[in-house]
């Protein structure tokens, strides 16, 4: 791939996570304006539903209950946002496009609630499912590209033909270039 062509896919994979994040943005904008918090809005009653609630921890209210959990969960999608965004500068430099495309989702989620967390101490979640009496945990546009991300990521590891593996493997030969040249012994 050329220099002129990897930056096009940078572009368009940056744009992409900027495009994500900024409706993952409005629509939480949209819901806070709207809403009074817990304030719920039916779309299919008994199904679906607009709900605004805020959550301090991650999913499913993990570290919600911690005073410090939104400080270190804050932390931690920061960090992960710059790795994945590495991982996802190597594979577009593998020209794998998938495998780009699943990263961006993995980016535009992470830094969707980061921006909440950072800003709020907390995220902004909306988007509710009932079944029956069982309410599906509520969440958000960041969510929903985090577990796309996920599924394809899964779909990419169980029928990529190594894709994963040559992902991996790309960072390594790196270090394979460092390395000296073994001198073999004579035989």
């Not at 050329?2 to 495009?19: C, E």
């Not at 996802?88 to 980016?107: G, M, P, Q, V, W």
């Not at 499912?129 to 899964?154: E, K, M, Q, R």
Request: glycine letters at 6%; aromatic letters at 14%.
């Amino acid at each position: 791939m050329t220099k002129d062509s990897n930056k096009s896919q940078i572009i368009f994979y940056s744009g992409l996570i900027v495009l994500l994040v900024f409706i993952d943005q409005l629509t939480k904008g949209l819901i806070v304006k709207s809403f009074n918090l817990y304030d719920i809005k039916y779309l299919i009653p008994g199904f679906l539903s607009l709900f605004y609630t805020r959550n301090t921890g991650s999913a499913f209210s993990f570290l919600a209950d911690k005073s410090w959990g939104i400080y270190v969960l804050t932390a931690i999608s920061f960090v992960l946002s710059i790795l994945l965004y590495i991982i996802l500068l190597r594979a577009i430099k593998l020209k794998d496009k998938i495998t780009s495309f699943a990263f961006a989702l993995f980016i535009a989620g992470a830094v969707g609630n980061l921006i909440d967390r950072a800003f709020y101490k907390s995220v902004v979640d909306f988007i509710r499912f009932d079944f029956g009496s069982y309410t599906f945990p509520i969440f958000n546009v960041a969510d929903i590209c985090a577990v796309c991300a996920t599924g394809l990521l899964i779909g990419i590891m169980l029928f990529g033909k190594g894709k994963i593996d040559v992902l991996i493997e790309s960072f390594d030969k790196k270090k394979d270039k460092e390395k000296e040249p073994e001198v073999a012994d004579g035989v």
